[in-house]
C-alpha cells in the first residue's frame, strides 16, 4: 500500500508547500525549517548535498589556523581581499594563472554573473536540471534540452549535438555530474562535446560535484580549467560548497577567458567573498588538508556506493545511479513525492527534497543526500518502514 | 619643510602604487599588504572604516551564541536562509514589511544589483564619492555633480537640483553621510531633496556612515526605510560593515519598492549571505546585544569629535569636518598624499588612504579613519613627528 498521510501530516504538508511556494524553486533551508516547525524533531537534512567528513576536518583546521592561531577578529573586522589577490594564491591548485580565476560568492553567483552577462539571447539546459539555470535567464530565453528517462537522464552527446544544431544557441550548459540526477560524463565524451560545441559562444561546464565522481579530481578540476585556455567559449565552474562541506561560507570557482573576468571586475564582483571564505580557498594550498580531505572524500564516496546499493534493494523505489552524493529515487509504489517527503519529516526527522517543481522528471521523484554510513542506514531503514507501515 | 622619501622608502612607495593599480579604484586590502611587505611593521589600518569596539562586541556575542552554544558547525555547513526568510526576522528592526527589504552580501552587492538593473542611461553622482558609484554603471553613463570645496564638498540641495533639471538623469546618488568627506544633510533636508527628485525614476540613498552621524540612529534609519513606502523610486542602503565592524562578513540591507526586490530575486541573489551574516542579521533583535551597541556607538562618536579636535591643531594639513568616522585630510605644506602615505606606512606602520584616484577633489588629500582613543593619538603623534622630522 501506498503512503498516505493522517489529518495532522496533511496540515503539515501543506505548510510545507506553501512554504516550498514561498522558496522558489528552492528547497526552504534547513534552519528556516527548523525556525518554523520547531516541534518537528527534525534529524537531518537529506535536500543538502555534502561532505560531513570534509566539514569535520575543515573544522579541525580552522580551530588551528584561525581560532587558536588568533586570526579570527582580523576575518571577522576587515574587509577581505579583492577578487584577483585572492585568484593570485590559488593559481597552482587550480592549474590556471589568475587572469582565468573568477572567485565567486558561492556558484549561483558564478551562474548570476555568467547568466547575466554572457548567454546571449537563447541557452539550451539539459533538463532535469539545477534550477538557476532556468530561472537566472533574466533577457535570455533557457531552450530545454529533454534529458531522457529511459537513458536514466544521463545526457546523450549525440542527441544533444543534434538539439544544438537545431536550436542554434548562443550558449549551452552542461552538469556533469548533473543536478538531480548524477548522471556523468567521462572527461574523454567532454572533450569530444567541446569540439562539436566549438561554433557555440558560450559553453557553460558546471563541475560542483565532480570530486564524487572522479579517482583524482583536483588532476580533472585542472585539465577542465586548462581547456579554457584553448577554448574561449569555454567557461568551467565549480561550488566548493560540497565536496568541502561548507554550503553556509559561500566560494565557488570558474575558470573562463580572461577578457569575460575584466569584464566581470570592472562593473562589480568588489569584496564578494567573506574572510572565511578566502580561508578556505587559502586552505586548499595546505598539503595536510588536502591529504587528510582526500581520506574524507574517498570514504564519502564508497559511503555513497554502500548507500546505492541498500536503496536499489527497496521494492517501492527506483534509484538512479549517480557519480554524485545524492539520489534521484523514483516513487514507484503510487505514493506521492510531497506525500514521501512530509511521512519521513515528520515520523524520522528525515528532510528529503520533493521534486514536483524540476521541469523534465515524469513521474514522483525525490532527491536523496548521501551521507555518513550511520545516516545512510538511518535512511534506509526509515524508508523501510515508512513503506511498512504505510 | 614637506616630506620627502628616501631612495628605500621611494622604492616601497611605486611598488604601492603598482599594487594600486592592481586594485582599482580601491586600497589594497590590509591582509594583502601584509601579504605582500612581510617586512613592514604594518600596526594600524586607517584606509579601513569601522567601529572596533563593536567588533568586540559582536566577537563577545558570537562566542556566547555560536561557539560555547554549539551552533558554529551549522553555520559553516548548512546552506544559510534565503533572501526572503532573513527578511522575515528583521522587519521589526528596519521598520518595514519583508517585502520592501533586500539583503545584500555587502552594500557593493547592493550598490552593483541596482546599477546593473535600475539605473536606466544616465545617473547622476556627486562627487567625489564612493568609486562603485562611477564603477558599477555598466551600459549607463554617470554624469558628476561636482561637490565644491569652498563648501567643505558638503552637498548644496539647491545646487544639486539645477543639476539634475539640466541633466535629467534617470537615476540620482547620495550618500549620506558622504565618503570621502563625511559630509552630512539632515533627515528635513533629505525630506526636502526627495519632493524635488519626484520625478526621476530612482533615487539612491546611501546611509551606510549613518550610525556615526545620528543620536538615534536605528530610528532615523528606520523612517529613511519607510520613506520607500511612498516614495516608490527610493532606494535607501546600508552597509552593515562598519557601524558593526564586520567588513569580512559581508553584510548590507536595502529598502526598496517590492517590485524591484521580486524583479532581483526572480533573477538571482539566491542564498547570497553566508550563515555568520545571517547570525548578524539576527542578531540586531537581541536588545542586550542593542544595548551595548549604544554604548559602542556613543564611544566611537565621542573620539571621533576628539579625534578631529586633535587634528584640527596640526598645521601641515586641513582637515575637513565629517560626520562619520573618518576624516578627509588635505596636506597643505606641498607634502604629495603618496608621500605621506608611504613614509606614514614605513615608519609609523599606519596605512592611510590616499586620495589620488577620488575623481572631483583638487588638491593632495587622504582619508584616515577614526578608531578607538590609543589608535587616534598614535596617529596624531605618528603625522607631527612625520613632519617634524620631515
Known sequence: MSIHLNKTEQKISRELAKLKRKSGSHSPSFSTLKWLFPKLNIKLDCCFLSNPYATDLFLKFFDKDIIKGGKFRSLIEHYPSQNRAVSARVTRFFGVPYQYLFIGNGSTEIIQAIFHNFIGKKVLVPIPTFSPYLE???????IHHQLEKINNYLLKPQKFLSDVHKHKPDAVVLINPNNPDG????????????IGLKNIETVILDASFIDFAEKNPARTLRTLFKLVKTHPNLIVLKSLSKDLGI???RVGVAAMDPQRIDGLLANGYLWNISGLAEYVLDLQNDPHFRRQYEQSRRLIVKERDAFYR??????QIRVYPSKANFFLVELTDGTTAQDFMTRLLTTYGIYTRPCGDKVGLSGEFVRIASSRRAENDYVVNSIKKAFKNA
Not at 548522471?183 to 567541446?194: A, Q
Not at 541498500?310 to 521494492?315: F, H, M, P, S, V
Open 136 to 142: 537566472f535567464v533574466k533577457h535570455s530565453t533557457a
Open 183 to 194: 548522471g556523468y560524463l567521462k572527461l574523454s565524451e567532454v572533450k569530444d562535446l567541446l
Open 247 to 249: 554550503a553556509g561560507l
Open 310 to 315: 541498500q536503496l536499489a534493494k527497496i521494492k
